[in-house]
């Protein structure tokens, strides 16, 4: 059966405290979870229906099968999941002080597995015919990934729907210049943007949510998303701009909030829907990730979605 979605780039291991509102130092168990920004949208997807798999690699240890376990259980294809012989598949420690932003601790060094994909690694039969092929600012990092992703781009032409998710993760790249360099190259090869304000300062240079939309519309994006936290998200594409309200929630982990957005854009894209509906349930599925602890395995179902959006 073919793929409708497929993800690029990060994956791991997240750890995550059973112990809320200590620091790290102070955590005596952890609990483990998949994790990985490409690798949650994928379950995030999966988890409402869609037929995902990644494009990533581990390394050839415990995690790694875990990784490929895992990734079947939610439903994921782990077809496209390579391995890297001589690198350690990442393991990512966090600790829930704050719940609203926890500080992570990322386990990446040398080079992590996923930044090691190269372009003998990408199924292009796939990348061409894909529905839906989501690419990170991380994947483009380090080298070899970078370079790989940039020829996958360039292979899939700019056919929707081709998604950007930012992705900014200051501690993966030496400063905020080379960030925006090759993060904004990124913008004039695909056909969705998402990401928050920062991320979008990042990518071009501002975070007031207007003009950073503005600025990759003129970038030939398509569809431009600002996430603002407690101020909603800002959707803009060149027929007209929305805001879509906040929606209230108790905080325990907010580390998959973001993925579960990303999950539920993907299933709005592909459904056709319009930007507002899109932006709303993505909201929505962000909100109950952040109500949970852990990334893949708090992903919403669309039941849960919609409950939600009816309350």
Known sequence: MSVEVLTVSRVGVDLYPEQSGVPLAEVRTFAKSL?????????????????????????????????????????????HVGTAPRL???VVFCALDPPEDPPLLFYREPLAPDLALEV??????????????????????????????????????????????LDYRPMFWPDEAAARTEIGALLEHVTVAVGN??????????AEPPEAANRMLERGVELAIIKQGGDGVYVATREGSWT???????????????????????????SGWQPPRIAAYANAAGAIVASRLACADAMPTAAEIERTLAS
């Open 244 to 270: 879509v309200p906040p929606r209230p929630v108790d905080v325990v982990c907010a580390l998959g909030a973001g993925d579960g957005f990303g999950g539920a854009l993907v299933h709005g894209l592909l």
């Open 197 to 206: 304000r920062t991320e979008a300062e990042i990518a071009v240079g501002t």
């Open 35 to 79: 994790g990985g920004t490409a690798t949650n949208v994928a379950v995030a997807a999966a988890r409402l229906g869609r037929r995902t798999a990644v494009l990533t690699k581990v390394g050839r240890d415990g995690f790694g099968d875990y990784v490929r376990t895992a990734l079947r259980g939610f439903g994921v294809s782990p077809d």
């Open 120 to 165: 003998k690694d990408v199924p292009w039969e796939v990348v061409e015919s894909v529905p839906l092929l989501w690419v990170t600012g991380t994947g483009v990092c380090a080298e070899p990934a970078r370079s790989t992703q940039h020829e996958i781009l360039r292979h899939r032409g700019r056919r929707a729907h081709t998604v950007l998710d």
């Open 88 to 90: 350690q598949t990442p």
